[in-house]
């Protein structure tokens, strides 16, 4: 029987210029669709898991066109709760070589922004679920909304659900100081803590020594420390924390390490080429989730997740358009990118 997993946030509207136009050259925008949370949810079920999303949307054809963008990829969206006045949007600028890309976001007052704890029931919801995930960004969207967050970690909790969470700090959202007295909350109830080099860093202020995000210096016996001091804090039963090297922003170095067990596992290293790296971080997220479930040994876990997650740089929009047959050929060792015949 496949596994239920449900994912909790917000679904935005992708807008960006063709190709690798700036903001200020495009005279038309591609759609898309894509929020952390719906971009895991999407992933797991291209994995063939029974994948559910939770959100708030307007009851006008955006909002129904962000459902039916979840639809199409057969994720459960019977809970997705309708009202408030509108969908969120992010302007995406794809950076290239030694420009960096930009996002701007459109987002303040949209649907799920402005929910209320009695839109959901999730005693309803988590019927039949095992896992529970949600990431740093949706508790930041409103003070209302991080309660929403509390209580359906509460509920999980009580019916037995693994969380797991991606840090996920937002700057444009809230303060680092905001972050973390959130978080500390959350984290309580957390059993699996996703991040990248940065987030430990900007909310709980756990630093990874001798690494330098800006110059691709990754030291893996700092990140030991970081996933070893996280668990101490909050209990966690695994830290997942992605390590990107950035040569530019169009070709990076991708790995990541898993602590579990007090011990580390690190993934083989990827040098990736980048087609479009949003939702880069929430495709290894589904991963580290789907070999949990799956019962992987850990170093196979990471493998997976490191693998799924570099072929999401190389997929063009938010969610990750890759098979499972796909990933695990990868993580098994076949990235020669021949023509399959």
């Not at 668990?231 to 990541?256: C, H, M, P, Q, Y």
Request: negative net charge; hydrophobic residues 40%.
């Amino acid at each position: 029987m496949a596994k239920k997993i449900v994912t909790f946030g917000e679904i935005m509207l992708r807008l960006a210029p063709e190709g690798y136009l700036r903001l200020v050259q495009a005279d038309k925008f591609g759609v898309e669709y894509g929020g952390g949370e719906a971009n895991v949810a999407v992933s797991l079920a291209n994995f063939g898991l029974d994948s559910k999303y939770v959100t708030k949307l307007p009851k006008h054809e955006i909002g129904q066109a962000a459902v039916n963008a979840l639809r199409r990829y057969g994720v459960d969206v019977s809970a997705i709760v309708r009202g408030g006045e509108r969908v969120g949007i992010y302007f995406l600028e794809k950076g290239a070589s030694q420009r960096p890309s930009k996002v701007i976001y459109d987002r303040a007052g949209s649907s799920i922004a402005t929910a209320q704890a009695a839109d959901f029931n999730w005693q309803e919801i988590f019927a039949g679920a095992d896992w529970f995930h949600f990431t740093g960004i949706t508790p930041a969207l409103s003070p209302d909304v991080a309660e929403i967050c509390i209580q359906a970690c509460k509920a999980a909790k009580e019916v037995g659900l693994t969380i797991s969470c991606d840090l996920n700090y937002r700057k444009k959202l809230w303060t680092k100081e905001e972050a973390r007295a959130t978080m500390d909350q959350l984290c309580q109830y957390v059993d699996v803590c996703i991040a990248n080099e940065e987030d430990a860093a900007d909310v709980f202020g756990i630093k990874a020594a001798d690494t330098d995000v800006t110059t691709g210096t990754v030291n893996h016996r700092g990140y030991e420390s970081v996933a070893r001091q996280l668990t101490e804090r909050f209990g966690f039963e695994k830290v997942a924390i992605t390590l990107r090297e950035s040569i530019s922003a169009s070709d990076n170095g991708w790995s990541a390490m898993l602590y579990e067990g007090g011990q580390c596992y690190f993934s083989k290293k990827y040098k990736v080429h980048i087609v479009d790296r949003v939702g880069g971080g929430d495709s290894f997220g589904a991963g580290l989730i789907f070999g949990s479930v799956s019962g992987y040994e850990p170093q196979q876990a990471i493998e997976f997740a490191a693998a799924a997650s570099c072929l999401k740089h190389t997929v063009e929009g938010d969610f990750n358009m890759v098979s499972l047959e796909e990933v695990k050929k990868l993580a098994e060792g076949d990235g020669s990118g021949r023509v399959q015949r």
